[in-house]
């Protein structure tokens, strides 16, 4: 698929960040919609061919969504957002921590630091996610795990969807 829509990774190593912006052709509603809402997250959030599976979710200050990245072999990797501000339609902030499915956290990781926030250009709506680390090695551990090329992945299949709706 070949789309002309922004999406930019880029690495900050001295902020041990990553910043992500991506472009949508859909309404801003409708991409809040996709990252706010468990029965849209699920179709998008896990690149192919793993699939999202949410156990629990509660998008407000101080809530949590619990969920499982479900590998083809049905193998299950847990993580939890911890949501900590939420300005409607604008912006939200949440941690994300691997853990178990009981939402015990995985020891031997540290947890990303994500800032979303949303605008509109024109038809598009624009996703500008800025995530932070305690640490540039934990970064780079993501990173290699195939952060960048497994979210990719999951962008476009939140484009997929809009395209779908057209």
């Not at 970064?139 to 290699?144: G, N």
Request: aromatic share 14%; glycine share 6%; net charge negative.
């Amino acid at each position: 698929m070949k789309t002309d829509l922004l999406m930019n990774f880029s690495v900050d190593k001295e902020n041990k960040a990553v910043n992500v912006k991506r472009e949508f052709a859909a309404p801003l509603s409708d991409v809040w919609s996709a990252w706010t809402e468990p029965e849209i997250l699920d179709l998008w959030w896990a690149p192919a061919p793993f699939k999202s599976k949410t156990k629990s979710m509660e998008f407000k200050e101080g809530g949590k969504r619990l969920y499982a990245m479900v590998g083809p072999d049905g193998t299950e990797r847990w993580s939890y957002f911890d949501y900590s501000s939420i300005s409607p339609k604008t912006n939200f902030k949440h941690s994300a921590t691997f853990c178990d499915a009981d939402g015990n956290p995985n020891s031997e990781f540290g947890s990303s630091y994500w800032d979303i926030t949303f605008s509109e250009k024109g038809n598009l709506t624009v996703v500008d996610i800025h995530i932070t680390r305690d640490s540039f090695e934990e970064l780079q551990k993501i990173i290699e795990m195939g952060f960048r090329e497994g979210f990719t992945s999951a962008m476009d299949s939140l484009e997929k969807i809009f395209e779908a709706r057209k």
